[in-house]
């Protein structure tokens, strides 16, 4: 069973073995403290990774923490959210949104 009481952390040092070698297509939400929008998105992220997580892992990346991989993909709005598969970025989206329409721009990728 996965564990959706919250959405996992990942860092400059992990992004690689978490993210880009991760088997399942990994959504990253690109987040801060400071920004109500990603708060906002927290139950939305948790109820996704309760329904897709045999196909989706979902996971967060706060950016005042983690420079070298908020640069290295050029993010600069939060909150940012990118699909990455095979360990490249496919689907990149800037806003909170709802859940639904989330699922919707999330079908072609996976």
């Known amino acids: 069973m996965i564990d959706v009481t919250h959405v996992p952390?990942?860092?400059d040092e992990n992004f690689t073995a978490e993210v880009l070698g991760a088997e399942l297509p990994v959504l990253v939400e690109f987040?801060?403290?400071w920004?109500?929008?990603c708060r906002q998105m927290g139950p939305v992220l948790r109820a996704l990774a309760a329904e897709e997580g045999e196909?989706?892992?979902v996971v967060q990346l706060n950016v005042d923490r983690n420079p070298e991989t908020t640069n290295a993909y050029k993010v600069l709005s939060m909150p940012t959210f990118m699909v990455f598969r095979d360990g490249e970025p496919?689907?990149?989206m800037v806003g909170?949104?709802?859940?639904?329409?989330?699922l919707e721009e999330l079908a072609d990728v996976i």
Do not use: F, G, N, Q
């Open 9 to 11: 952390d990942v860092t």
């Open 31 to 33: 987040t801060a403290d």
């Open 35 to 37: 920004c109500p929008p």
């Open 55 to 57: 196909r989706l892992k």
């Open 90 to 92: 496919v689907k990149a």
């Open 96 to 102: 909170a949104r709802p859940k639904r329409r989330l």
